[in-house]
């Protein structure tokens, strides 16, 4: 269902609920409206409470110095935000079968850190660091690079995950922090439901789930088991939220050659009814804007995610 932008406007009626009645904590991903971290921070700060780091200054969050994360958490008392969820990109581009060297890359425009899981274990340790230092709780990961459509049954393939993922969970508890698995169409799980059930079976508080809807939605573009595609994203969303903590909302058309970007509220997702259970619920999960669109829809796409907050 495509939801149009006088759609949007009138979402708190629509929904059936009073205006301010059950919102949702609103953030963006900075580097969304701009690679220079002050200058997005001087350009949202005013309409968004939260802000989520992915990249900055052209280098992921896990790779910053310290003088960068000394500038940092200046920045961010300087225009008094809330920092949501570190975005790294680990455990993305890491084997889980091969070896480095046979990882493809797939964007030149989303920057990721690359190595073998050793090397991304320890990179985490540097952003256990820095979620202390810059105040959030949360740390995103990703649930490993597709290497191979053929990866053998799912039970399967979750044991080879938990057993590649313990040693990061450990750090995880030992220092208080927790862990969100976001659902990607680059990886193994790339939908919150796959996602969902490697978090429940790790058996831990401190692995739960950032869900992206967008990449739900988009998810048939792979080979998926029948009880995962088969799910609606209100029964997907129904089935997982117990352990979701962070949303990410971005917006679809989908079109005969796959699936386009649109600004947010101008594509094929219902955000209208999604937004509305997640208000029921009262998760207390930030909810962060991912545009992925041009320049000029950026604007446009926060107009319209704000209006639906």
Known sequence: MAV?????????????????????????????????????????????????????????????SDSEAGKVEALIGKYHVKVSCLSTTLFLMCPLFGDVASLKKFSDDF???TGDEDEHTERLRRCLELAGRFGTQYIRIFPFRLEREDSGEFEELLMRMKESLSAALSLAEKEGKTLLLENCPHSYLPRGNMTYELSFSMGSRNLMLLYDIGNSFTSERQQLPGRFSSES????????????????????????????????????????????????????????????????????????FLEMM
């Not at 545009?291 to 796409?301: A, C, F």
Request: with cysteine.
């Open 4 to 64: 149009s932008g006088d759609q949007i406007c009138s979402f708190h009626h629509a929904c059936g609920m009073a205006v301010g009645e059950g919102t949702m904590k609103s953030g963006i991903i900075s580097d969304q409206v701009s690679m220079d971290f002050e200058e997005a921070l001087h350009d949202i700060h005013e309409q968004f409470e939260y802000i989520e780091i992915h990249s900055l200054w052209n280098k992921t969050v896990e790779d910053l």
């Open 233 to 304: 994203l209100a029964d997907e969303y129904e089935a997982i939220k117990s352990r979701i903590r962070h949303f990410h909302f971005k917006d679809y058309r989908k079109t005969r050659r796959g699936f386009r970007h649109v600004a947010f509220g101008a594509g094929d997702i219902d955000y209208a009814d999604l937004s509305n259970r997640i208000k029921q619920d009262n998760l207390h999960a930030v909810v962060s804007l991912e545009p992925e669109v041009g320049k000029r829809d950026i604007k446009k796409s926060i107009s319209n």
């Open 111 to 113: 920057l990721v850190f």
